[in-house]
Protein backbone atom coordinates (compact mmCIF):
# COMPACT_ATOMS: atom_id res chain seq x y z
CA UNK A 1 0.00 0.00 0.00
CA UNK A 2 1.20 3.83 -0.59
CA UNK A 3 -1.33 5.07 1.34
CA UNK A 4 -3.37 4.22 4.95
CA UNK A 5 -5.69 5.08 7.04
CA UNK A 6 -6.96 3.59 10.25
CA UNK A 7 -10.16 5.99 9.43
CA UNK A 8 -11.80 7.49 6.40
CA UNK A 9 -9.77 8.43 3.27
CA UNK A 10 -10.31 10.53 0.70
CA UNK A 11 -9.71 10.36 -3.05
CA UNK A 12 -9.98 13.59 -5.03
CA UNK A 13 -10.15 13.22 -9.14
CA UNK A 14 -9.71 15.60 -11.94
CA UNK A 15 -14.20 15.70 -12.63
CA UNK A 16 -15.21 18.97 -11.44
CA UNK A 17 -16.51 19.15 -7.88
CA UNK A 18 -17.96 21.97 -6.07
CA UNK A 19 -15.22 23.77 -3.20
CA UNK A 20 -17.99 23.23 -1.09
CA UNK A 21 -17.73 19.16 -1.35
CA UNK A 22 -14.41 19.24 -1.71
CA UNK A 23 -14.01 20.98 1.71
CA UNK A 24 -16.37 18.42 3.19
CA UNK A 25 -14.38 15.42 1.72
CA UNK A 26 -11.04 17.19 3.13
CA UNK A 27 -12.77 17.49 6.41
CA UNK A 28 -14.43 13.73 7.09
CA UNK A 29 -10.87 12.49 5.40
CA UNK A 30 -7.83 12.98 7.83
CA UNK A 31 -6.08 11.27 4.99
CA UNK A 32 -6.27 12.62 1.40
CA UNK A 33 -4.76 11.30 -2.01
CA UNK A 34 -5.47 13.27 -5.27
CA UNK A 35 -5.84 11.03 -8.29
CA UNK A 36 -3.57 12.06 -11.01
CA UNK A 37 -4.84 15.32 -12.61
CA UNK A 38 -6.79 15.83 -8.92
CA UNK A 39 -4.04 17.20 -7.63
CA UNK A 40 -5.10 20.73 -9.50
CA UNK A 41 -7.91 21.01 -6.42
CA UNK A 42 -5.53 21.10 -3.81
CA UNK A 43 -3.62 23.74 -5.35
CA UNK A 44 -6.87 25.48 -5.78
CA UNK A 45 -7.89 24.73 -1.88
CA UNK A 46 -4.48 25.39 -0.78
CA UNK A 47 -3.54 22.00 0.88
CA UNK A 48 -1.30 18.99 0.20
CA UNK A 49 -2.44 16.20 -0.61
CA UNK A 50 -0.60 12.97 1.10
CA UNK A 51 0.31 11.38 -2.50
CA UNK A 52 -0.76 11.71 -5.99
CA UNK A 53 -1.24 8.18 -7.86
CA UNK A 54 -2.15 7.32 -11.48
CA UNK A 55 -0.29 7.45 -14.85
CA UNK A 56 0.20 11.25 -14.21
CA UNK A 57 -1.17 11.95 -18.07
CA UNK A 58 -3.36 14.55 -16.77
CA UNK A 59 -1.14 16.40 -14.00
CA UNK A 60 -0.70 19.78 -14.62
CA UNK A 61 2.62 21.25 -14.74
CA UNK A 62 2.09 23.31 -11.46
CA UNK A 63 1.26 19.85 -9.32
CA UNK A 64 4.00 18.27 -10.99
CA UNK A 65 6.21 20.96 -9.43
CA UNK A 66 4.53 21.64 -6.38
CA UNK A 67 3.82 18.00 -5.49
CA UNK A 68 6.82 16.22 -7.33
CA UNK A 69 8.17 14.70 -3.63
CA UNK A 70 4.19 13.28 -3.56
CA UNK A 71 3.98 11.90 -7.03
CA UNK A 72 3.65 7.89 -6.92
CA UNK A 73 3.31 6.45 -10.73
CA UNK A 74 1.49 3.32 -11.57
CA UNK A 75 2.20 3.11 -15.20
CA UNK A 76 -0.28 0.08 -16.10
CA UNK A 77 -3.13 1.43 -18.81
CA UNK A 78 -5.11 -1.72 -18.32
CA UNK A 79 -7.08 0.40 -15.52
CA UNK A 80 -8.47 3.30 -14.30
CA UNK A 81 -6.99 6.30 -12.33
CA UNK A 82 -9.93 5.28 -9.71
CA UNK A 83 -8.85 1.62 -9.78
CA UNK A 84 -4.89 2.08 -9.40
CA UNK A 85 -5.72 4.65 -6.34
CA UNK A 86 -8.30 2.46 -4.98
CA UNK A 87 -5.74 -0.56 -5.16
CA UNK A 88 -2.76 1.46 -3.64
CA UNK A 89 -4.81 2.82 -0.74
CA UNK A 90 -5.98 0.91 2.48
CA UNK A 91 -8.75 2.43 4.68
CA UNK A 92 -11.98 1.43 6.78
CA UNK A 93 -13.65 3.58 4.52
CA UNK A 94 -12.83 5.18 1.20
CA UNK A 95 -14.75 8.64 0.30
CA UNK A 96 -13.80 9.14 -3.90
CA UNK A 97 -14.91 12.76 -4.92
CA UNK A 98 -14.23 13.94 -8.50
CA UNK A 99 -14.06 10.48 -10.33
CA UNK A 100 -17.97 10.85 -12.63
CA UNK A 101 -17.97 14.46 -13.12
CA UNK A 102 -21.44 14.04 -14.92
CA UNK A 103 -19.97 12.08 -17.74
CA UNK A 104 -21.98 8.45 -18.42
CA UNK A 105 -18.81 6.55 -19.21
CA UNK A 106 -16.78 7.84 -16.29
CA UNK A 107 -19.94 7.08 -14.66
CA UNK A 108 -20.08 3.25 -15.15
CA UNK A 109 -16.01 3.11 -15.02
CA UNK A 110 -16.64 4.14 -11.41
CA UNK A 111 -19.05 1.49 -10.57
CA UNK A 112 -16.95 -1.05 -12.14
CA UNK A 113 -14.29 -0.19 -9.58
CA UNK A 114 -16.81 -0.59 -6.72
CA UNK A 115 -17.74 -4.03 -8.48
CA UNK A 116 -14.13 -4.98 -8.94
CA UNK A 117 -12.84 -4.25 -5.39
CA UNK A 118 -16.16 -5.71 -3.20
CA UNK A 119 -14.01 -5.85 -0.06
CA UNK A 120 -13.27 -2.34 0.19
CA UNK A 121 -15.60 0.22 1.55
CA UNK A 122 -15.98 3.33 -0.91
CA UNK A 123 -18.75 5.79 -1.28
CA UNK A 124 -18.55 7.59 -4.63
CA UNK A 125 -19.75 11.34 -4.25
CA UNK A 126 -21.35 13.04 -6.77
CA UNK A 127 -22.96 15.91 -7.27
CA UNK A 128 -26.50 15.14 -6.79
CA UNK A 129 -25.91 11.50 -5.56
CA UNK A 130 -23.60 8.99 -3.42
CA UNK A 131 -22.97 5.58 -4.41
CA UNK A 132 -22.08 2.26 -3.10
CA UNK A 133 -21.66 -1.35 -3.38
CA UNK A 134 -24.32 -2.35 -1.07
CA UNK A 135 -22.53 -4.44 1.35
CA UNK A 136 -24.05 -7.81 2.76
CA UNK A 137 -26.24 -6.42 5.73
CA UNK A 138 -26.32 -2.26 6.20
CA UNK A 139 -28.53 0.13 8.43
CA UNK A 140 -29.25 3.32 7.21
CA UNK A 141 -30.98 6.31 9.49
CA UNK A 142 -32.95 7.69 6.50
CA UNK A 143 -35.43 10.44 6.30
CA UNK A 144 -39.08 9.70 5.69
CA UNK A 145 -39.23 9.54 2.11
CA UNK A 146 -35.58 9.71 0.95
CA UNK A 147 -35.13 7.91 -2.00
CA UNK A 148 -33.69 5.00 -2.07
CA UNK A 149 -32.04 3.64 -5.36
CA UNK A 150 -31.06 0.00 -6.17
CA UNK A 151 -29.44 -0.90 -9.00
CA UNK A 152 -28.07 -4.69 -9.61
CA UNK A 153 -25.09 -5.07 -12.19
CA UNK A 154 -25.74 -9.02 -11.70
CA UNK A 155 -28.17 -11.42 -10.84
CA UNK A 156 -28.84 -9.96 -6.92
CA UNK A 157 -31.62 -10.15 -4.07
CA UNK A 158 -31.47 -7.88 -1.67
CA UNK A 159 -34.35 -8.26 1.31
CA UNK A 160 -35.02 -5.10 3.39
CA UNK A 161 -36.79 -3.48 6.38
CA UNK A 162 -38.22 -0.02 6.05
CA UNK A 163 -39.03 0.39 2.11
CA UNK A 164 -42.22 1.73 0.51
CA UNK A 165 -41.95 -0.87 -1.78
CA UNK A 166 -40.35 -3.95 0.22
CA UNK A 167 -37.55 -6.13 -1.98
CA UNK A 168 -37.94 -9.65 -0.17
CA UNK A 169 -38.05 -12.09 -2.88
CA UNK A 170 -37.47 -10.40 -5.73
CA UNK A 171 -34.69 -11.77 -8.40
CA UNK A 172 -32.71 -8.33 -9.31
CA UNK A 173 -31.15 -8.67 -12.71
CA UNK A 174 -29.86 -5.34 -14.94
CA UNK A 175 -31.54 -6.40 -17.64
CA UNK A 176 -35.07 -7.40 -16.19
CA UNK A 177 -35.82 -6.26 -12.81
CA UNK A 178 -34.23 -3.18 -11.10
CA UNK A 179 -35.04 -1.55 -7.82
CA UNK A 180 -34.68 2.31 -8.48
CA UNK A 181 -36.84 5.31 -6.64
CA UNK A 182 -37.98 3.33 -3.80
CA UNK A 183 -38.59 5.38 -0.91
CA UNK A 184 -37.42 5.32 2.98
CA UNK A 185 -40.04 5.16 5.71
CA UNK A 186 -37.48 5.77 7.66
CA UNK A 187 -34.72 3.23 9.38
CA UNK A 188 -33.54 1.03 6.13
CA UNK A 189 -32.12 -2.47 6.73
CA UNK A 190 -30.73 -4.23 3.61
CA UNK A 191 -29.53 -7.76 3.25
CA UNK A 192 -27.63 -8.42 0.15
CA UNK A 193 -26.90 -12.32 -1.14
CA UNK A 194 -24.05 -10.50 -3.95
CA UNK A 195 -21.56 -8.04 -4.44
CA UNK A 196 -23.72 -6.84 -6.80
CA UNK A 197 -25.78 -4.01 -6.09
CA UNK A 198 -25.26 -0.50 -6.24
CA UNK A 199 -27.24 1.78 -3.63
CA UNK A 200 -27.62 4.89 -5.10
CA UNK A 201 -29.10 8.10 -2.29
CA UNK A 202 -29.60 11.44 -2.46
CA UNK A 203 -25.97 13.71 -2.00
CA UNK A 204 -27.97 14.84 0.92
CA UNK A 205 -27.59 11.20 2.97
CA UNK A 206 -23.41 11.08 2.71
CA UNK A 207 -23.24 11.36 6.76
CA UNK A 208 -25.70 8.62 7.53
CA UNK A 209 -24.10 6.62 4.38
CA UNK A 210 -20.77 6.57 6.11
CA UNK A 211 -22.56 5.99 9.34
CA UNK A 212 -23.81 2.97 7.96
CA UNK A 213 -21.02 1.67 6.70
CA UNK A 214 -18.65 2.21 9.18
CA UNK A 215 -21.14 0.10 11.62
CA UNK A 216 -21.12 -2.73 9.09
CA UNK A 217 -19.49 -6.14 10.08
CA UNK A 218 -18.13 -7.41 7.51
CA UNK A 219 -17.56 -6.70 3.70
CA UNK A 220 -17.47 -8.81 0.96
CA UNK A 221 -14.38 -10.87 0.45
CA UNK A 222 -12.10 -9.97 -2.51
CA UNK A 223 -13.02 -10.69 -5.98
CA UNK A 224 -10.38 -9.07 -8.09
CA UNK A 225 -7.02 -7.43 -6.65
Known amino acids: MIVQSANLLGLVGGADVTS ?3 KEVLSLAPVTVAIDGGADHFIAAG ?3 KAIIGDMDSLSVQARAQFSDRLMPVTEQDSTDFDKALRHTEARLVLALG ?3 GRFDHELAAMHV ?3 HPDRACVVVGRDSVVCLCP ?3 SLALEAGCVVSLFPFAPVGVASEGLRWPTDGIAFTPHERIGTSNQALGQV ?3 ADAP ?3 LILPRACLGALIT ?3 AVPAQWPARVG
Open 114 to 116: LLA
Open 136 to 138: PNV
Open 99 to 101: VSG
Open 47 to 49: VEP
Open 212 to 214: GLL
Open 189 to 191: TLV
Open 20 to 22: EDL
Open 196 to 198: AMM
